[in-house]
């Protein structure tokens, strides 16, 4: 794992509301925060991408997404009635990793690491991705995926400067920098659609992945 100060000036981890993030998190939240589309989107990048084993979800809330949920689904977050209530998983950790980014888990132990509309919430996400490595199996993906809808207090100041293209660029360097992948891929996961001219309606769907070198 490389250093992020090497590539990231000292504010760019600060955020707006610096308190615990478990005052923030402490309420259940059953909602979604992206649009049936973009969710679409995440669940066909999950299916492209094999995810039947056993896989984590970084992050985690009351719903995965997966449009089959993989065999063994661990679902780690910050709020442990949320966790409950997610129907695909199959046990859950109650963790906060801007506090703790170190995963309880086993190196090699995981067919897929996801984190889904959640990166930019991380303080520390290089060493958490470098953790991702740690647990993955070789070979197994990571998938980051995130749209332009946030919690604007608990983001990253970095992220919250960064345009769209910027912000998958970020994504895909805290990639290289945890290493142990192999070089991430970027992807707009819901293209612009004919029917409305040629332009994007509704919130776009961005993907970084990567896989565990060999």
Known sequence: MRDPAEVFPSWFFE?????????????PRLV???????IAAVGDLYTEL???????????SWVSHFPTAPADLVVLGM???????????????VQDLNTDPVLPFPDASFDGVVC???????????????EAARVLRP???????????????????GWLAADEQQRCAIAAE???????????????RT??????????????????VARRAG
């Open 15 to 27: 955020r707006q509301d610096p308190s615990d993030d478990a005052w923030f998190y402490a309420s």
């Open 32 to 38: 979604t925060h992206i649009d049936d589309r973009a």
């Open 50 to 60: 094999g995810l039947r084993g056993r896989v984590l979800d970084l992050m985690a």
């Open 79 to 93: 709020n442990g009635p949320e966790l409950e209530a997610n129907p695909q998983a199959t046990s859950h950790v």
């Open 116 to 130: 889904c509309v959640s990166v930019d919430y991380l303080i520390r996400p290089v060493e958490v991705l470098a």
């Open 139 to 157: 070979g197994a993906p990571v998938a980051l995926t995130f749209s332009n809808r946030l919690f604007p207090s608990k983001a990253v100041s």
């Open 174 to 188: 805290y990639v290289r920098l945890a290493e142990g992948f192999d070089e991430p891929e970027i992807s707009l």
């Open 191 to 208: 293209p612009a659609d004919r029917r409305c001219g040629g332009r994007y309606h509704g919130d776009p769907l961005y993907a970084v």
